[in-house]
C-alpha cells in the first residue's frame, strides 16, 4: 500500500513544487497517510485545503483502502 501511495505522490508532486512546496511521505498505517509539507507548502494558510481537497481526494481515488491523509511536523 506506501508503494502505491508513493506513486500518487509522486504524481502530485510536481504541481506542488512549482508552487514552491513539496510533500514527504513519512509513513502508512491504518489506513492513514501521514505526510510532510515543507518548502512553501510549510505552514502555509492553504496547505490545509491542498492537503485535504488534493491530495487525500487523489490517494483515495488510487487507493481506497486509505480512509485519510495527516499532516505531521518535522
Do not use: F, N, W, Y
Request: proline fraction near 4%.
Amino acid at each position: 500500500m506506501r508503494d502505491q501511495v508513493q506513486k500518487v505522490i509522486d504524481r502530485i508532486r510536481p504541481a506542488v513544487q512549482m508552487d514552491g512546496g513539496d510533500i514527504e511521505l513519512v509513513d502508512v498505517a491504518d489506513g492513514i497517510v501521514k505526510l510532510r509539507l515543507v518548502g512553501s507548502c510549510h505552514g502555509c494558510p492553504s496547505s490545509m485545503m491542498t492537503l485535504k481537497a488534493g491530495i487525500e481526494r487523489a490517494i483515495q481515488a488510487e487507493v481506497p483502502e486509505i480512509k485519510g491523509v495527516e499532516a505531521v511536523d518535522a
